[in-house]
């Protein structure tokens, strides 16, 4: 069965300090892979986008950039942290048809200090 | 600019009741759309997707309605239970250069009490 693996749960990090969040999925090849971000009061937004390794559609400009180095490994990451990147990280993937559903991890709650 | 709007940001019903939860959207012309259950810090679980062309989905106590002309889908759990109580989210899914790509309203957070 497919299984999706985020970490780490919880991070606090400085102002100004980088940020490499790590996603991996197993059991299934050639996935659609997301990033979101869901902040407090707020809903769920689209961050990252990838239909595979190297491909990369980026969604709203900030301070963030993804990568896919693997087929099944995602990675959000920042040079240096704002306040305004504090919140709930979510990976999710989808297998390639267009209208198939998301599925998410347990995400990353980044609190920057 | 697109919008996704459900509802209500809480909505408290009694157990047994049906709740009905609302998703309104514009700008927007999806070909489908998707109903998530989310459970404080955890990530959304998948529930139903309906298509532009269908009108009425169910699964078990839940009934999704998609009006397109309206642009509104309503989220029915009938005979709901205090176990159903959390956040529900409606995506939609992007068309052309946006294909596979969700778009999440804010939820409504739903307590269901005995």
């Known amino acids: 069965s497919q299984t999706i693996h985020q970490w780490p749960a919880t991070l606090v990090q400085p102002v100004g300090s980088p940020l490499s969040l790590e996603c991996t999925v197993e059991?299934?090849?050639?996935?659609?892979l997301y990033w979101y971000r869901q902040a407090a009061g707020r809903g769920l937004q689209l961050l990252f986008y990838?239909?595979?390794?190297?491909?990369i559609s980026s969604e709203v400009p900030q301070n963030l950039s993804a990568s896919r180095p693997q087929d099944r490994q995602f990675i959000l990451s920042s040079k240096k942290l704002l306040l305004s990147d504090s919140g709930f990280y979510l990976c999710a993937w989808s297998v390639g048809r267009p209208n198939s559903p998301l599925h998410f991890g347990n995400g990353t709650r980044l609190t920057v200090t | 600019s697109q919008k996704i709007e459900q509802n209500s940001e809480a909505l408290n019903i009694q157990e047994g009741k049906t709740a009905t939860l609302t998703c309104n959207y514009t700008n927007y012309s999806p070909a489908y759309l998707q109903w998530y259950r989310q459970d404080p810090g955890r990530g959304p679980v998948f529930l139903l997707l309906?298509?532009?062309?269908?009108k009425e989905k169910r699964k078990e106590r839940l009934k999704v309605t998609f009006d397109t002309t309206l642009k509104q889908s309503l989220f029915h759990i009938t005979a709901s239970q205090p176990a159903d109580s959390a956040t529900y989210l409606c995506a939609l899914a992007g068309r052309g250069s946006t294909l596979g790509r969700l778009y999440f309203g804010r939820g409504t957070q739903l307590t269901v009490w005995p």
């Open positions: 059991g299934t090849s050639n996935p659609n």
């Open positions: 309906i298509r532009e062309n269908e």
């Open positions: 990838s239909v595979g390794i190297g491909q």
